[in-house]
């Protein structure tokens, strides 16, 4: 009876605040309001949602296609004022550049030794700068090297702008680190350290590096679409925390239902899921949440993912949430509609991964983007072929073309303020 009566307790509870393992230490942000978000998943609407219902504006913006700009594949994305500037990492190894209409302007090589650098857009150099351990590449948009500027600090991985940097890493191992705690975050004017944050053990900590599982989208830094201004999630821990200039602070703790949690009892507790295994918990438990991804707010909606193994195949965790209202929609079972030219605003459901693996890419601020392949969108508008719909000229002119080699259709999204 005492075991029923536990698991009804349970069963009732339905929300529980996330244990945060940084709490083993003490932790001090910067001052600034905390923002508590109850988010149940099941919760969020999802059946028969029209974009237009959400949505103010969606546009496809197809990208120029030629032989000096065809894209492998997607790995960043970040949308200024004037570009579209896409990283292509793996694949091509090549940065290219944009227009806000879809035309090609130029691209630059990413050296083998730049390994996944921060791509931003500099306005003071009126320059694409390409940042990596602490030095800064300078290149023209057709591609040309102009400088380069060297922190003097192979740590630094995020350009805060200015002589601001930060150097966000996690490095725990019961064998290489000696008993010494460090810090994830570490903010920094030129070499002088400022502040730093989120302490942990580097040889005792109960999360390894081995306990992150990783996914597509499961980097920890983001765009705001504020100049330098950056969102910064990490594994186990569900806040949302903002990185600038000399600040950084957490602006949003997301309480999830039970079922949908890492136990804080497992952190201390090491007798079923050991050190350097608790990552065996989410692949025994899928729906568990192991982190946030893709924080993007546009004003009172926040866009966001939950990572987890059991949506390691699926694009329901993908989330818009709006902060006044409270309203969660579930993001991936938005349907076209007049508003999207009866388009489909991801590639859900198709045989393509790049919403499932990347979802939302990116924030200028005002709109969310994701990226759909362009035969996709050719199809669908094949498909489409007898509902005499008006076309913008750039969505005629990819289907005239009709080339599955063609580059990816950008989408660009921006939410309504109320709903």
């Not at 489909?344 to 939302?360: A, H, I, Y």
């Amino acid at each position: 009876m005492k075991i029923k009566a536990l698991n009804k307790l349970f069963f009732q509870l339905r929300f529980t605040v996330v244990y945060s393992w940084i709490a083993i230490f003490a932790l001090e942000l910067s001052a600034q309001e905390l923002k508590t978000l109850r988010i149940d998943p099941s919760s969020a609407l999802s059946e028969g949602i029209k974009a237009a219902q959400y949505l103010d504006e969606v546009e496809y913006i197809p990208l120029e296609t030629t032989q000096e700009s065809t894209i492998g594949g997607i790995d960043k994305m970040e949308v200024t004022d004037r570009y579209i500037i896409i990283t292509d990492y793996w694949i091509k190894k090549c940065v290219f550049i944009f227009l806000l209409d879809g035309s090609f302007v130029g691209k630059v090589k990413i050296e083998g030794s730049m390994r996944d650098p921060q791509v931003f857009w500099d306005d003071e150099q009126g320059a694409l700068c390409l940042f990596k351990d602490g030095i800064r590449n300078y290149y023209t948009i057709e591609g040309k090297a102009i400088s380069v500027i060297d922190s003097g600090n192979r740590n630094f991985n995020v350009y805060l702008g200015g002589n601001n940097y930060a150097s966000v890493q996690y490095n725990v191992s019961h064998v290489a680190f000696p008993d010494t705690v460090n810090h994830e975050v570490k903010l920094f004017q030129g070499t002088h350290i400022l502040k730093e944050y989120l302490p942990y053990n580097q040889k005792f900590s109960p999360i390894h590096a081995y306990d992150w599982i990783s996914f597509k989208d499961s980097r920890k830094v983001f765009e705001s679409g504020s100049k330098y201004v950056y969102r910064f999630v990490r594994p186990f821990d569900y806040g949302i925390y903002v990185l600038k200039d000399t600040i950084f602070y957490k602006e949003f703790e997301v309480i999830l239902p039970f079922d949908r949690t890492f136990p804080e009892s497992l952190l201390s507790d090491h007798s079923t899921y050991e050190v350097r295994n608790k990552r065996q918990y989410f692949l025994d438990y899928p729906a568990a949440v192991q982190q946030i991804s893709s924080p993007f707010r546009l004003n009172n909606v926040l866009f966001f993912r939950l990572l987890s193994t059991g949506a390691q195949w699926l694009s329901a965790d993908a989330f818009m949430y709006n902060l006044k209202t409270g309203t969660l929609i579930g993001f991936g079972s938005m349907m076209g509609d007049s508003l999207t030219y009866h388009l489909p605003l991801t590639d859900n459901g198709k045989e393509s991964v790049l919403f499932l693996n990347r979802n939302f890419y990116t924030s200028d601020g005002h709109s969310v983007y994701t990226a759909i392949p362009a035969i996709y969108i050719i199809n669908e508008m094949r498909d489409l072929k007898n509902k005499n719909i008006s076309y913008p000229k750039s969505l005629l002119n990819l289907r005239d073309r009709n080339k599955r080699t063609d580059n990816h259709v950008i989408v660009r999204i921006k939410p309504k303020e109320n709903f």
